[in-house]
Protein backbone atom coordinates (compact mmCIF):
# COMPACT_ATOMS: atom_id res chain seq x y z
CA UNK A 1 0.00 0.00 0.00
CA UNK A 2 3.13 2.45 0.38
CA UNK A 3 3.81 2.61 -3.09
CA UNK A 4 0.73 4.33 -3.84
CA UNK A 5 2.09 7.86 -2.78
CA UNK A 6 5.31 7.49 -5.22
CA UNK A 7 3.94 5.80 -8.03
CA UNK A 8 1.04 9.16 -7.74
CA UNK A 9 4.14 11.28 -8.16
CA UNK A 10 5.55 9.24 -11.06
CA UNK A 11 2.72 8.78 -13.30
CA UNK A 12 2.66 11.03 -15.93
CA UNK A 13 6.22 11.31 -16.05
CA UNK A 14 5.76 7.58 -16.65
CA UNK A 15 3.34 8.03 -20.31
CA UNK A 16 5.58 10.46 -21.50
CA UNK A 17 8.81 8.20 -21.24
CA UNK A 18 6.51 5.09 -22.10
CA UNK A 19 5.70 7.31 -24.97
CA UNK A 20 9.19 8.04 -25.92
CA UNK A 21 10.41 4.55 -25.99
CA UNK A 22 7.84 2.85 -27.80
CA UNK A 23 6.06 4.88 -29.95
CA UNK A 24 9.32 6.77 -31.18
CA UNK A 25 9.31 9.91 -29.93
CA UNK A 26 11.97 12.13 -28.30
CA UNK A 27 11.57 12.79 -24.76
CA UNK A 28 13.13 16.51 -24.36
CA UNK A 29 11.95 16.97 -20.52
CA UNK A 30 15.03 16.28 -18.80
CA UNK A 31 14.93 18.65 -16.02
CA UNK A 32 11.47 17.41 -15.07
CA UNK A 33 12.96 14.35 -14.86
CA UNK A 34 15.28 15.24 -12.54
CA UNK A 35 12.46 17.03 -10.59
CA UNK A 36 10.42 14.24 -10.37
CA UNK A 37 13.02 11.62 -9.40
CA UNK A 38 13.78 13.62 -6.55
CA UNK A 39 10.31 13.98 -5.09
CA UNK A 40 10.16 10.00 -6.10
CA UNK A 41 12.87 9.48 -3.79
CA UNK A 42 11.47 11.99 -0.89
CA UNK A 43 7.99 10.33 -1.21
CA UNK A 44 9.42 6.96 -1.26
CA UNK A 45 11.53 7.43 1.79
CA UNK A 46 8.51 9.38 3.84
CA UNK A 47 6.36 6.27 2.89
CA UNK A 48 8.83 3.96 4.67
CA UNK A 49 9.40 5.85 7.46
CA UNK A 50 5.87 6.19 8.15
CA UNK A 51 4.46 2.83 8.02
CA UNK A 52 8.63 1.75 9.32
CA UNK A 53 7.08 3.67 12.69
CA UNK A 54 3.48 3.00 12.36
CA UNK A 55 5.08 -0.86 12.93
CA UNK A 56 7.41 0.01 16.13
CA UNK A 57 4.71 2.11 17.97
CA UNK A 58 2.81 -1.84 17.30
CA UNK A 59 6.22 -3.04 18.84
CA UNK A 60 6.88 -5.17 15.31
CA UNK A 61 10.59 -5.26 14.51
CA UNK A 62 11.00 -6.73 11.94
CA UNK A 63 11.30 -4.01 9.97
CA UNK A 64 14.31 -4.52 7.45
CA UNK A 65 12.45 -6.17 4.50
CA UNK A 66 8.75 -4.81 4.91
CA UNK A 67 10.88 -0.87 5.01
CA UNK A 68 12.23 -2.32 1.26
CA UNK A 69 8.68 -3.40 0.11
CA UNK A 70 6.99 -0.50 0.99
CA UNK A 71 8.31 1.86 -1.12
CA UNK A 72 9.05 -1.37 -3.36
CA UNK A 73 5.54 -1.84 -4.04
CA UNK A 74 5.89 1.03 -6.74
CA UNK A 75 6.81 -1.38 -9.39
CA UNK A 76 3.82 -3.34 -8.38
CA UNK A 77 1.97 -0.36 -9.39
CA UNK A 78 4.19 0.57 -12.70
CA UNK A 79 3.41 -2.87 -13.66
CA UNK A 80 -0.23 -2.25 -13.67
CA UNK A 81 0.61 0.76 -15.61
CA UNK A 82 2.71 -1.35 -18.34
CA UNK A 83 -0.37 -3.71 -18.85
CA UNK A 84 -2.40 -0.78 -19.12
CA UNK A 85 -0.34 1.24 -21.55
CA UNK A 86 -0.09 -1.89 -23.91
CA UNK A 87 -3.42 -2.45 -23.88
CA UNK A 88 -4.83 1.45 -24.85
CA UNK A 89 -1.67 2.52 -26.55
CA UNK A 90 0.06 0.19 -28.04
CA UNK A 91 -1.22 -1.32 -31.90
CA UNK A 92 1.10 -4.55 -31.24
CA UNK A 93 0.36 -7.54 -33.05
CA UNK A 94 2.38 -10.42 -32.81
CA UNK A 95 3.38 -12.93 -30.34
CA UNK A 96 7.53 -12.13 -30.20
CA UNK A 97 6.35 -8.23 -30.42
CA UNK A 98 4.03 -8.80 -27.20
CA UNK A 99 6.92 -10.94 -25.41
CA UNK A 100 9.86 -8.18 -26.06
CA UNK A 101 7.46 -5.30 -24.76
CA UNK A 102 6.24 -7.33 -21.44
CA UNK A 103 10.10 -8.93 -21.35
CA UNK A 104 11.72 -4.52 -21.20
CA UNK A 105 8.55 -3.65 -18.53
CA UNK A 106 9.97 -6.26 -16.50
CA UNK A 107 13.20 -5.27 -16.93
CA UNK A 108 11.89 -1.43 -16.43
CA UNK A 109 9.37 -2.59 -13.27
CA UNK A 110 12.58 -4.91 -11.41
CA UNK A 111 14.89 -1.98 -11.65
CA UNK A 112 12.04 0.36 -10.23
CA UNK A 113 11.39 -2.16 -7.60
CA UNK A 114 15.48 -2.19 -6.93
CA UNK A 115 15.68 1.40 -6.48
CA UNK A 116 12.60 2.55 -4.54
CA UNK A 117 13.27 -0.40 -2.19
CA UNK A 118 16.62 0.69 -1.38
CA UNK A 119 15.86 4.44 -0.39
CA UNK A 120 13.47 3.16 1.29
CA UNK A 121 15.37 0.50 3.22
CA UNK A 122 18.28 3.45 3.82
CA UNK A 123 15.78 5.79 4.98
CA UNK A 124 14.03 3.36 7.03
CA UNK A 125 17.19 2.46 8.57
CA UNK A 126 18.97 5.82 9.23
CA UNK A 127 15.35 6.76 10.61
CA UNK A 128 15.58 3.84 12.92
CA UNK A 129 19.81 5.02 13.89
CA UNK A 130 18.62 8.43 14.51
CA UNK A 131 15.37 7.29 16.93
CA UNK A 132 17.60 5.27 19.18
CA UNK A 133 20.43 7.05 19.20
CA UNK A 134 18.32 9.61 21.35
CA UNK A 135 17.30 6.86 24.10
CA UNK A 136 19.19 7.02 27.21
CA UNK A 137 19.97 4.15 28.98
CA UNK A 138 20.28 4.66 32.49
Known sequence: MGGVLPFGCIFIQLFF??????????????????LVALILMMTCAQASILLCYFHLCSEDYNWWWRSFFT???????????CV????????????I???LYFGYSMIMVFMVLVFC?????LACFW??????????ID
Open 97 to 99: STV
Open 71 to 81: SGSTALYFLFY
Open 17 to 34: ILNSIWSHMFYYMFTLLF
Open 117 to 121: GTIGF
Open 127 to 136: FIRKIYSVVK
Open 84 to 95: HFFETKMTVSGF
